[in-house]
């Protein structure tokens, strides 16, 4: 068992964080923190992340690619601002599925200026009456000569208001048998009739979480993919390696409420002393760290699981459930170890919070990920 990285992690490691603090700080400064980013500045900084193996870390370099391990993806996805991280995810796992579901031609159509960052994407299957349980997708597709036509609203779709493509689950027509399978379509917004808003939230404001209409709205029959089968299974694969990343995201937050909450109680002197010179402040940074080292720990686990190519199905559902709630704990502990100042907007905890409390929900709640990891561990499925 070897815990330190190897030279090669730590370089990896340390390229991405410097590559944020070069090319992606100055953009996100430059920007309202609380608005969605104009999309110029979203191609500006996928455009960055290409070279760096980002835009598709899953897959190959002769697929195109970037070719990383999962525990390398990790390590440089933690580096990244939690809201451009949920919006990478977004990117390149949809990449995955179109890559994984499309013929030849259709990748070459739609996949080499979404390697460059030349364009952006992402995936719409929740629906209004389909989160969790995506069963429920009630969004329709039916053939007509050589179009597509759906009908449907989508919601919660990272990227949507920046994406030139949307990979859209839809239910496709019913077979011989009387079977519906899941069907994914590729939408391209600038070339059809699709109607996209931006919900505002709680947290990750510089990122884009929309919502789709869709009335007949019409694409060419060869944006249907249809080569890798049904799309529900696609779907879990790349849920289990997103899960120990969203768990990372809440991780790089965590990390710097403790860095913050060190420094702090090193300078803040009450009773004559720094506050960090109390026992019990003590122990609120003890726990803090604790937090971050033991959700940092297991996410690294479940991506290396994967990389071994074991079945992780528990373990991540496990990574991301402890990681984000344990760092939604130890970021109210920061704020707390800042006492009047924790609360107060300048100090930038409480944003630090508000994008926290957002990781529990992608990729599956938290109540979604214990009924995973009990299936996992007794057999029996609880889930209805
Ligand atoms: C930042 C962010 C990014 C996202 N990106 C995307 C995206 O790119 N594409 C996309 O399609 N979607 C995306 N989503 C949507 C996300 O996947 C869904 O919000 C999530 O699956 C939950 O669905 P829901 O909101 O409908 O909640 P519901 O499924 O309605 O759940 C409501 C509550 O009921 C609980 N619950 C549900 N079923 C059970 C059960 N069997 N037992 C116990 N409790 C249960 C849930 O845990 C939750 O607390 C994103 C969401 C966020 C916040």
């Known amino acids: 068992m070897e815990f330190a990285l190897s030279e090669e992690q730590a370089l990896i490691q340390d390229s991405a964080r410097r590559m944020v603090e070069r090319d992606i700080r100055p953009v996100l400064d ?42 390398n993806y990790g390590l440089m996805y933690e580096q990244l601002p939690p809201w451009l991280a949920i919006s990478v995810m977004g990117h390149e796992c949809t990449i995955s599925r179109i890559h994984a579901e499309s013929t030849p031609e259709q990748r070459q159509r739609f996949l080499p200026d979404l390697f460059a960052g030349k364009k952006i994407c992402g995936s719409a299957t929740s629906e209004p009456g389909a989160g969790s349980d995506p069963r429920g997708i009630a969004t329709r ?50 070339e059809t009739d699709v109607e996209i808003r931006e919900i505002e939230t709680t947290g990750l404001r510089q990122g884009h979480l929309a919502e789709a209409v869709f009335e007949d709205c019409r ?20 849920w289990n390696g997103n899960r120990p990343l969203v768990g990372l995201a809440a991780v790089h937050l965590a990390q710097k409420a403790l860095d913050m909450a060190c420094e702090y109680a090193g300078i803040r002197v009450q009773f004559d002393k720094p506050i960090a010179g109390h026992q019990l402040v003590q122990k609120n940074l003890a726990d803090i760290e604790t937090a971050v080292v033991t959700s940092r720990l297991v996410c690294y686990h ?5 990389d071994r190519g074991q079945r992780s199905n528990g373990l991540s559902a496990m ?47 938290n109540e979604i990920l214990t009924l995973i990891q009990g299936r996992e561990l007794t057999g029996i499925a609880a889930f209805r």
Do not use: F
């Open 319 to 365: 990574a991301k459930r402890y990681a984000t709630t344990a760092c939604e704990q130890a970021i109210n502990l920061a704020m707390h170890v800042h006492g009047g100042m924790g609360i107060a907007c300048e100090t930038g905890l409480e944003r630090m919070l508000r994008d926290c409390r957002m990781l529990p929900v992608p990729d599956a709640t």
């Open 141 to 190: 597709m039916r053939i007509e000569g050589d179009e597509i036509v759906i009908n449907g609203r989508k919601m919660w779709i990272t990227n949507g208001s920046v994406a030139d493509v949307i990979a859209v689950a839809c239910v496709g027509e019913t077979d011989a048998k009387g079977r519906t399978t899941l069907k994914r379509v590729i939408v391209e917004p600038a």
């Open 30 to 71: 430059r920007n309202d923190p609380d608005v969605s980013l104009p999309k110029e500045e979203m191609l500006g900084i996928y455009k960055v992340l290409a070279p760096q193996g980002l835009t598709a870390p899953r897959l190959s370099a002769e697929e195109g690619g970037g070719g990383l391990s999962m525990v």
């Open 302 to 306: 479940a991506l290396e699981a994967l």
């Open 219 to 238: 694409v060419p029959r060869g944006n249907l993919l249809e080569a890798g089968g049904d799309a529900a299974r696609m779907l879990t694969v790349t």
